[in-house]
């Protein structure tokens, strides 16, 4: 029985190398090509056809670094990602705590709040896009059948009305981080709670005093991949306001398609692509050293 327990024991990792060794040599040379290819052309003047680059060496990054237009995306990028912080450390961390009561319709309303979160956001983008529409959208309809006509406005074509149309849209996708608290939740240790009301602890005292503080861990996760999401919010921009109108809502990653569909310099936008990747490469480290310090606290 010892020497069959030890035959596959010696099997298993030999299984797992035959399973998984197919795959994990695709993704890494898709991966290494895809990233070498990014960094190459970033250090050329080279057009759509990808022939006749011209070495620039690091011309293209000194002009994207005082590009106001890529400067301002990043400044958006930063804007969208301290709202959906904000909003998952105030908003998000209110609707884990209440709904983790003992309420009768909590799957549903668990389901309406994280139902967002895993859908596609392009999916959720879209569908906003055409609820606001200015002549057929469902929102300025419903204003002038109630009479109220002369509220309906031209939400995606105002740049400070599609601004805020993005950041509702940021705040909208607090799904996860709802999850994350009320996953943290189901480990607390009720009997503090109850001490807590029992000394007569009011309910802002106990979301600010007691359960707020006991979460850091999981704040400084959500606040990490929050912000990772929100460099990765591509899908929300473009399929919503398209980085409009006239760049008001352009994040680095719409900012990054439109050069490299343009042609005129793919280089460029590697360039663009490849500041956005150290960028998210650095959140991405930050949210796994985070995610190792939770796990051994």
Not at 148 to 158: P, V
Not at 172 to 188: D, Q
Not at 197 to 213: H, K, N, Q, S, Y
Not at 256 to 265: H, K, L, M
Request: glycine letters at 8%; one cysteine or more; hydrophobic letters at 50%.
């Amino acid at each position: 029985m010892s020497k069959q327990k030890s035959i596959i024991h010696r099997l298993r990792p030999l299984e797992a190398v035959l399973f998984f060794g197919p795959l994990a040599l695709v993704f890494a040379v898709y991966y290494v090509f895809s990233t070498g290819f990014l960094l190459y052309t970033s250090l050329q003047r080279i057009s759509l056809a990808l022939v006749n680059g011209k070495w620039v060496g690091m011309q293209n990054f000194e002009l994207l670094l005082s590009d106001p237009r890529f400067l301002k995306a990043f400044l958006n990028n930063i804007i969208f990602a301290c709202v959906s912080v904000g909003a998952a450390l105030t908003i998000g961390f209110f609707i884990a705590v209440t709904l983790s009561a003992t309420w009768r319709a909590r799957t549903l309303l668990y389901t309406i709040f994280l139902l967002p979160a895993l859908m596609p956001l392009s999916l959720v983008a879209s569908v906003f896009r055409t609820i606001l529409e200015t002549r057929f959208g469902l929102v300025n309809v419903l204003l002038s059948d109630i009479g109220l006509g002369w509220m309906a406005q031209n939400w995606l074509i105002d740049p400070t009305l599609a601004y805020g149309v993005v950041i509702i849209l940021f705040v909208y996708i607090i799904g996860l981080p709802v999850l994350y608290y009320t996953a943290n939740l189901s480990t607390i240790n009720t009997s503090l709670i109850e001490s807590a009301v029992i000394d007569g602890a009011g309910t802002w005292r106990l979301f600010v005093e007691i359960l707020f503080p006991i979460m850091k861990g999981t704040h400084r996760t959500i606040i990490v991949s929050t912000m990772l999401t929100s460099f990765r919010a591509f899908d929300i921009v473009f399929f919503s306001t398209g980085g409009g109108p006239a760049g008001a809502t352009e994040i680095t990653g719409t900012y990054v398609y439109t050069f490299s569909t343009s042609g005129a310099n793919v280089g460029y936008g590697s360039a663009a692509a490849v500041a956005t990747l150290l960028i998210t490469l650095i959140l991405s480290g930050l949210h796994s050293q985070f995610s190792r310090k939770d796990q051994h606290q």
